[in-house]
Protein backbone atom coordinates (compact mmCIF):
# COMPACT_ATOMS: atom_id res chain seq x y z
CA UNK A 1 0.00 0.00 0.00
CA UNK A 2 1.15 3.33 -0.49
CA UNK A 3 2.03 5.50 1.97
CA UNK A 4 4.44 7.86 3.57
CA UNK A 5 7.71 6.71 5.22
CA UNK A 6 10.13 8.31 7.48
CA UNK A 7 13.92 7.08 8.05
CA UNK A 8 15.50 6.56 10.63
CA UNK A 9 13.06 5.68 13.02
CA UNK A 10 15.32 6.42 15.99
CA UNK A 11 18.65 8.42 15.72
CA UNK A 12 21.13 9.22 18.60
CA UNK A 13 23.56 11.99 17.59
CA UNK A 14 25.75 14.23 19.27
CA UNK A 15 25.84 18.33 20.03
CA UNK A 16 27.40 19.76 16.43
CA UNK A 17 26.46 17.17 14.31
CA UNK A 18 24.64 17.50 10.99
CA UNK A 19 21.69 14.58 11.03
CA UNK A 20 19.38 14.51 8.06
CA UNK A 21 15.53 12.71 8.38
CA UNK A 22 14.41 11.29 5.53
CA UNK A 23 10.57 11.54 4.43
CA UNK A 24 9.07 9.93 1.02
CA UNK A 25 5.65 9.70 0.18
CA UNK A 26 4.23 7.32 -2.78
CA UNK A 27 0.87 9.39 -3.30
CA UNK A 28 2.04 12.29 -5.35
CA UNK A 29 0.37 14.65 -2.80
CA UNK A 30 1.54 18.06 -3.27
CA UNK A 31 1.77 19.30 0.32
CA UNK A 32 4.71 18.31 3.15
CA UNK A 33 4.92 19.36 6.52
CA UNK A 34 7.47 18.36 8.91
CA UNK A 35 6.96 18.51 12.74
CA UNK A 36 8.32 18.04 15.79
CA UNK A 37 6.27 16.76 18.82
CA UNK A 38 7.34 17.80 22.72
CA UNK A 39 6.04 17.38 25.88
CA UNK A 40 3.58 20.62 26.79
CA UNK A 41 4.22 21.85 23.32
CA UNK A 42 2.19 18.99 20.60
CA UNK A 43 2.92 19.67 17.62
CA UNK A 44 4.88 22.64 15.72
CA UNK A 45 5.41 23.14 12.34
CA UNK A 46 8.87 23.52 11.10
CA UNK A 47 8.59 23.77 7.50
CA UNK A 48 6.37 23.28 4.83
CA UNK A 49 6.31 22.80 0.97
CA UNK A 50 3.59 23.68 -1.62
CA UNK A 51 5.33 21.63 -4.28
CA UNK A 52 8.96 20.82 -5.04
CA UNK A 53 11.27 23.37 -5.01
CA UNK A 54 8.92 25.52 -2.83
CA UNK A 55 9.52 25.53 0.78
CA UNK A 56 8.42 28.19 3.53
CA UNK A 57 9.14 28.51 7.49
CA UNK A 58 6.95 27.09 10.03
CA UNK A 59 6.38 28.15 13.69
CA UNK A 60 10.19 26.98 14.77
CA UNK A 61 12.19 26.81 11.86
CA UNK A 62 15.41 28.02 13.42
CA UNK A 63 18.40 25.32 13.43
CA UNK A 64 16.45 23.07 10.48
CA UNK A 65 16.72 23.38 6.72
CA UNK A 66 14.73 21.48 4.32
CA UNK A 67 15.09 21.03 0.47
CA UNK A 68 12.54 19.85 -2.09
CA UNK A 69 13.75 18.83 -5.30
CA UNK A 70 11.45 15.78 -6.07
CA UNK A 71 7.82 15.69 -4.79
CA UNK A 72 7.93 12.60 -3.14
CA UNK A 73 10.63 13.53 -0.75
CA UNK A 74 11.42 16.13 1.83
CA UNK A 75 14.32 15.69 4.32
CA UNK A 76 15.21 17.74 7.02
CA UNK A 77 18.49 18.34 7.75
CA UNK A 78 19.64 20.16 11.53
CA UNK A 79 22.85 21.93 10.35
CA UNK A 80 24.72 21.43 13.90
CA UNK A 81 22.11 19.60 16.17
CA UNK A 82 21.89 21.02 19.85
CA UNK A 83 20.08 19.08 22.83
CA UNK A 84 17.01 21.44 22.63
CA UNK A 85 16.45 19.85 18.89
CA UNK A 86 15.82 16.32 21.07
CA UNK A 87 12.40 15.55 20.17
CA UNK A 88 9.67 13.46 18.18
CA UNK A 89 9.79 14.23 14.55
CA UNK A 90 7.02 14.00 12.21
CA UNK A 91 6.61 14.13 8.57
CA UNK A 92 2.96 14.97 6.69
CA UNK A 93 1.50 15.05 3.26
CA UNK A 94 -1.45 16.32 2.19
CA UNK A 95 -2.98 15.98 -1.79
CA UNK A 96 -4.88 19.24 -1.81
CA UNK A 97 -3.33 21.18 -4.34
CA UNK A 98 -5.03 24.44 -3.81
CA UNK A 99 -4.93 24.62 -0.56
CA UNK A 100 -4.87 22.55 2.97
CA UNK A 101 -8.09 24.03 4.61
CA UNK A 102 -10.12 21.07 3.48
CA UNK A 103 -7.95 18.48 3.13
CA UNK A 104 -6.34 15.66 6.38
CA UNK A 105 -2.96 15.25 6.94
CA UNK A 106 -1.22 12.12 6.25
CA UNK A 107 1.64 11.46 9.29
CA UNK A 108 4.64 9.43 8.87
CA UNK A 109 5.39 6.90 11.72
CA UNK A 110 8.00 9.79 13.07
CA UNK A 111 12.01 9.89 13.82
CA UNK A 112 12.40 10.15 17.49
CA UNK A 113 15.83 11.97 18.25
CA UNK A 114 17.93 12.35 20.94
CA UNK A 115 21.24 15.12 21.05
CA UNK A 116 23.76 14.09 23.90
CA UNK B 1 -1.05 33.34 12.19
CA UNK B 2 -3.85 30.59 13.01
CA UNK B 3 -3.86 29.55 17.01
CA UNK B 4 -5.39 26.53 18.88
CA UNK B 5 -5.97 26.01 22.27
CA UNK B 6 -6.81 22.97 24.02
CA UNK B 7 -6.96 23.56 28.01
CA UNK B 8 -7.69 20.27 29.15
CA UNK B 9 -4.64 18.25 29.59
CA UNK B 10 -5.58 15.24 31.13
CA UNK B 11 -9.28 13.78 30.99
CA UNK B 12 -11.13 11.07 32.30
CA UNK B 13 -14.22 8.96 31.48
CA UNK B 14 -16.00 6.07 32.90
CA UNK B 15 -16.60 3.26 29.98
CA UNK B 16 -19.46 3.24 27.99
CA UNK B 17 -19.72 7.11 28.94
CA UNK B 18 -19.63 10.70 26.43
CA UNK B 19 -16.69 12.30 26.94
CA UNK B 20 -15.93 15.99 25.05
CA UNK B 21 -12.47 17.54 24.59
CA UNK B 22 -12.50 21.26 24.47
CA UNK B 23 -10.97 23.04 21.70
CA UNK B 24 -10.67 26.60 20.97
CA UNK B 25 -9.38 28.44 17.60
CA UNK B 26 -8.09 31.57 16.46
CA UNK B 27 -7.76 33.13 12.68
CA UNK B 28 -8.52 35.86 10.59
CA UNK B 29 -8.65 33.88 7.61
CA UNK B 30 -12.57 33.22 6.53
CA UNK B 31 -12.11 29.67 4.83
CA UNK B 32 -10.18 26.78 7.29
CA UNK B 33 -10.81 23.13 8.54
CA UNK B 34 -10.95 22.19 11.99
CA UNK B 35 -9.28 18.63 12.51
CA UNK B 36 -9.18 16.12 15.08
CA UNK B 37 -6.25 13.57 15.46
CA UNK B 38 -5.80 10.78 17.86
CA UNK B 39 -2.34 9.45 18.64
CA UNK B 40 -2.16 6.18 20.89
CA UNK B 41 0.65 5.59 23.43
CA UNK B 42 2.47 3.17 20.17
CA UNK B 43 3.16 6.95 18.55
CA UNK B 44 1.44 7.33 15.30
CA UNK B 45 -1.53 10.10 13.53
CA UNK B 46 -5.02 8.62 13.10
CA UNK B 47 -7.27 11.28 11.39
CA UNK B 48 -10.44 10.95 13.18
CA UNK B 49 -12.76 13.93 11.57
CA UNK B 50 -13.27 17.34 10.03
CA UNK B 51 -15.17 20.38 10.04
CA UNK B 52 -15.31 22.78 6.88
CA UNK B 53 -15.66 26.63 7.74
CA UNK B 54 -18.49 26.90 5.71
CA UNK B 55 -20.52 23.90 6.95
CA UNK B 56 -23.47 24.33 8.40
CA UNK B 57 -23.77 20.83 10.21
CA UNK B 58 -21.81 19.05 12.43
CA UNK B 59 -19.48 16.96 11.03
CA UNK B 60 -19.91 13.03 12.58
CA UNK B 61 -17.91 9.62 12.16
CA UNK B 62 -19.49 7.32 13.64
CA UNK B 63 -18.80 7.28 17.75
CA UNK B 64 -17.27 10.64 16.77
CA UNK B 65 -18.84 14.00 16.42
CA UNK B 66 -17.47 17.77 16.09
CA UNK B 67 -19.80 20.34 18.17
CA UNK B 68 -18.74 23.15 15.91
CA UNK B 69 -19.75 26.65 17.37
CA UNK B 70 -18.02 29.32 14.76
CA UNK B 71 -18.86 32.65 16.62
CA UNK B 72 -17.45 31.07 19.51
CA UNK B 73 -14.98 29.72 17.77
CA UNK B 74 -14.90 26.03 19.31
CA UNK B 75 -14.96 23.13 17.50
CA UNK B 76 -14.88 20.52 20.51
CA UNK B 77 -14.75 16.66 20.06
CA UNK B 78 -17.36 14.62 21.41
CA UNK B 79 -16.81 10.73 21.91
CA UNK B 80 -19.77 8.81 22.53
CA UNK B 81 -19.56 5.29 24.40
CA UNK B 82 -16.35 5.45 25.77
CA UNK B 83 -14.21 2.34 25.11
CA UNK B 84 -10.39 1.66 26.35
CA UNK B 85 -9.00 1.74 23.11
CA UNK B 86 -9.98 5.00 23.23
CA UNK B 87 -7.10 6.42 25.97
CA UNK B 88 -4.77 8.19 24.00
CA UNK B 89 -3.51 11.97 23.27
CA UNK B 90 -6.27 13.61 21.22
CA UNK B 91 -4.94 16.70 19.16
CA UNK B 92 -6.93 19.30 17.14
CA UNK B 93 -5.81 20.99 14.50
CA UNK B 94 -6.61 24.03 12.25
CA UNK B 95 -5.86 24.45 8.07
CA UNK B 96 -6.19 27.74 6.70
CA UNK B 97 -6.39 28.41 3.11
CA UNK B 98 -4.27 31.53 3.47
CA UNK B 99 -0.93 30.60 3.63
CA UNK B 100 -1.57 26.70 3.44
CA UNK B 101 -0.34 26.22 7.31
CA UNK B 102 -1.94 23.65 9.41
CA UNK B 103 -1.46 24.25 13.34
CA UNK B 104 -2.22 21.67 16.09
CA UNK B 105 -2.73 22.38 20.07
CA UNK B 106 -0.83 21.01 22.58
CA UNK B 107 -3.42 17.87 22.95
CA UNK B 108 -5.21 16.13 25.33
CA UNK B 109 -4.68 13.09 27.40
CA UNK B 110 -7.47 10.78 28.15
CA UNK B 111 -7.92 7.80 29.89
CA UNK B 112 -11.05 5.59 29.66
CA UNK B 113 -11.66 3.92 33.40
CA UNK B 114 -12.91 0.19 32.93
Known amino acids: DAGITQSPRYKITETGRQVTLMCHQTWSHSYMFWYRQDLGHGLRLIYYSAAADITDKGEVPDGYVVSRSKTENFPLTLESATRSQTSVYFCASSEQAGGVANEKLFFGSGTQLSVL | AQKITQTQPGMFVQEKEAVTLDCTYD???????LFWYKQPSSGEMIFLIYQGSYDQQNATEGRYSLNFQKARKSANLVISASQLGDSAMYFCAIGAHTGNQFYFGTGTSLTVIP
Open chain 2, 27 to 33: TSDPSYG
